[in-house]
């Protein structure tokens, strides 16, 4: 079983900051192809928000672009969300894929930015 953990949600005015962490078990580290964040919002489906492989490429959703950014440093996986808007509210959830595993998801950390 893997189990991610994940930090860093909670309440900001709107054009603030977070920063999101999730870890994943060191011994899987070579072992990971992805790492990325999802997100959903109330009565909306959850959507990809950033991902970055373990070549380093990354990928962001058009919302996102220019404020978000996704890096990765062996088994943690951080967002940094800039200029936060109210439509950034929602779960966000870590998810990584494992090489001949599969993927697996975190449980969730609230983000709630007011306006």
């Known amino acids: 079983q893997v189990q991610l953990v994940e930090s860093g949600g909670g309440v900001v005015q709107a054009g603030g900051s977070l920063r999101l962490s999730c870890a994943t078990p060191?011994?899987?580290?070579?072992?990971?192809?992805?790492m990325g964040w999802y997100r959903q919002a109330p009565g909306k489906q959850r959507e990809l928000v950033a991902a970055v492989t373990s070549g380093g490429s990354t990928n962001y959703a058009d919302p996102v672009k220019g404020r978000f950014t996704i890096s990765r440093d062996e088994n943690l996986v951080y967002l940094q969300m800039n200029s936060l808007k109210p439509e950034d509210t929602g779960v966000y959830y870590c998810y990584i894929e494992l090489r001949r595993v599969g993927g697996y998801w975190g449980q969730g950390t609230q983000v709630t930015v007011s306006s």
């Open positions: 060191r011994s899987l580290i070579f072992n990971i192809n992805v």
